[in-house]
């Protein structure tokens, strides 16, 4: 069957509207991605006709709310390959995930003289928690390297881990270059040694089907508002025994046992990591999403954006003076380019003077742009709602930048 | 593109391609950085500042998009040999004018070539680049002895 784009474009609102007298054409959904109807309806219908706050009223409406909640946490686990939806914990997105492992698992298994391993080419959401837990803890953080086309040195990384090495954390996917990490090789790499493994998957649960229990990993985090819902709710997997060893994160309602002056038990996993009211309407929004995604089916959506993709690598390589930063063979649909004589911060003006939304900027990840020795890039990442259209324009965009600072 | 040509004005184009006085200022007497970090920009600012306060050199080197090096450049040329006092009225001014909403008569009084700047207003996110090397040579003349940021 073949996968008809100008049909899923009806479903996002927001495409319809216009930007500086064009239609809009949004090539930044690596950013955050638009909503479908069914998730903008969702959010509306439970506020409209099943709002209450969550475990807590013994009355219908509360009761119902709590269903629909943690129906969604088993709906997540099913999607992602999660054995039991007691391991997916509710957060505000993937940063919030990464800062709770850091804190709590962090805290407890990390010490003195003890090694953390990133690589080059993570987002500041997954460096800053790690090097604020190592000047709290006195930890070292090790860089795994990259090679020019932006492609992970597994040799170096390998080399990197040691005796005291405690945590591997680093990207499935890179949201500046696109670059697929091999992640079953590298937790697999980390199991035989002993080291806690987490995976920032925020570029990667939008794109492709993701199992975390076949990819081997302990930790792995995104963000619901790249995976086409609401912003305000984002995911953290864990495996249960880690999850049910590691102490809170935030405290206060939710999350208990029982309370007294004396001391306070905590609640099981998950409630123990789900202090206060959370954002319930934006997790039904999430779960919503993720029905819509089923419905059209990750596999064939990689498969669109991948040769989307390929299409729109030969398209941009016409363009005289412009070069892709990051060229990895796997690779998402993220293309981060400089042009010769423009820089990134004016390519994006000019290109938002024809309705065209993309990317500038070091995009989070200030020390990989200075591996890859430019201060910034613009970037244009595709998903399923991009057509080849999308892609004229944008090249037909950039032609204009060129003659304007020519 | 009527918006952008109001941006991207020849001069702007011009003093991206050629800037003025871009080079280090061996004998400054007062430098200063100024940094974007969510863009990039980045660039020093060098004086020399006479005894009785007038601005008798001014360069700047560094990196930038066109908005922020054209700014340098024609900031350069503007405040030679005027005293602190009037660079700071300067100052003002140019941040007034790009700082003021599209649908006000733009404030170019004594601005000279520097009114080109008043596209600017149409794009609120690039505010921060026009006003870099001002802020930088504020820090500069004040000899803050520190970073200048916009962001």
């Known amino acids: 069957m073949k996968f008809d784009a100008e049909q899923i474009r009806k479903d996002f609102p927001i495409l319809e509207t216009r930007m500086r007298g064009h239609t809009l054409t949004y090539l930044d959904s690596a950013a955050s991605a638009q909503k479908p109807r069914a998730v903008i309806d969702a959010i509306s219908d439970f506020y409209s006709s099943h709002y209450a706050n969550i475990h807590r009223g013994v009355y219908q409406l509360s009761a119902e709310a709590t269903l629909r909640y943690e129906e969604v946490r088993s709906q997540i686990a099913k999607f992602i390959g999660a054995p039991d939806p007691r391991e997916v914990i509710f957060v505000r997105n993937a940063t919030e995930a990464i800062n709770l492992v850091a804190r709590s698992w962090g805290e407890k298994e990390i010490g003195r003289g003890d090694e953390i391993v990133l690589t080059t080419m993570e987002h500041h959401a997954n460096i800053v928690p790690w090097q604020m837990l190592a000047e709290r803890v006195g930890a070292t953080l090790r860089v795994a390297a990259i090679f020019d086309d932006g492609v992970l040195d597994v040799d170096h990384l390998v080399s990197l881990l040691g005796r005291r090495t405690r945590l591997l954390a680093f990207s499935a996917v890179s949201n500046a270059l696109g670059t697929i990490n091999p992640v079953s090789e590298l937790t697999a790499i980390a199991r035989e040694r002993g080291i806690t493994t987490l995976v920032d998957g925020a570029q990667a649960v939008p794109h492709q089907p993701v199992d975390v229990a076949a990819l081997g990993c302990d930790f792995y985090a995104f963000s619901g508002h790249k995976v086409f819902g609401p912003s305000g709710a984002g995911v953290l997997y864990g495996r249960l025994p880690l999850l049910e060893s590691m102490p809170p994160f935030l405290g206060g309602g939710d999350m208990i046992e029982n309370v007294s002056f004396k001391g306070t038990s905590y609640a099981p996993v998950p409630q123990k990591f789900e202090a206060g009211t959370p954002d319930i309407a934006s997790v039904i929004g999430l779960g919503a999403a993720i029905d819509y995604l089923e419905a059209i089916g990750m596999d064939r959506i990689a498969t669109y954006e991948h040769s989307l993709l390929v299409h729109a690598t030969e398209r941009l390589l016409t363009i005289p003076g412009l070069r892709i930063i990051g060229t990895a063979k796997e690779k998402a649909a993220v293309i981060s380019f400089v042009l010769d004589d423009a820089h990134p911060h004016d390519v994006g003006t000019v290109l938002d003077g024809e309705g065209i939304a993309i990317r500038t900027g070091h995009h989070c990840a200030q020390p990989l742009m200075n591996r890859m020795g430019v201060p910034a890039t613009a970037r244009a990442s595709l998903t399923f709602y991009n057509t080849r259209d999308d892609i004229d324009r944008l090249v037909a965009a950039l032609h204009k930048t060129r003659e304007l600072f020519h | ?151």
Request: overall charge negative.
């Open chain 2, 1 to 151: 593109m009527d918006d952008l040509r109001e941006l991207y004005q020849d001069t702007i184009l011009d003093h991206n391609k050629k800037p003025r006085n871009f080079r280090v200022l061996d004998d400054a007497n007062r430098e200063a950085d100024g940094r974007n970090p969510l863009c990039g920009d980045a660039l020093t600012l060098y004086a020399r500042v006479s005894d009785d306060g007038r601005v008798e050199e001014v360069t700047f080197q560094g990196t930038g998009c066109a908005i922020s090096k054209a700014s340098a450049s024609l900031m350069t040329d503007f405040v030679k040999n005027k005293t602190l006092e009037e660079v700071q009225n300067d100052f003002e001014r140019f941040h007034r004018l790009v700082t003021s909403l599209p649908s006000e008569p733009a404030e170019i009084d004594g601005l000279g070539k520097l009114a080109v700047f008043a596209g600017v207003r149409e794009f609120p996110v690039r505010v921060k680049c026009a006003t870099l090397a001002w802020h930088a040579l504020r820090a500069a003349i004040e000899d803050e002895g520190k970073v200048a940021k916009t962001e």
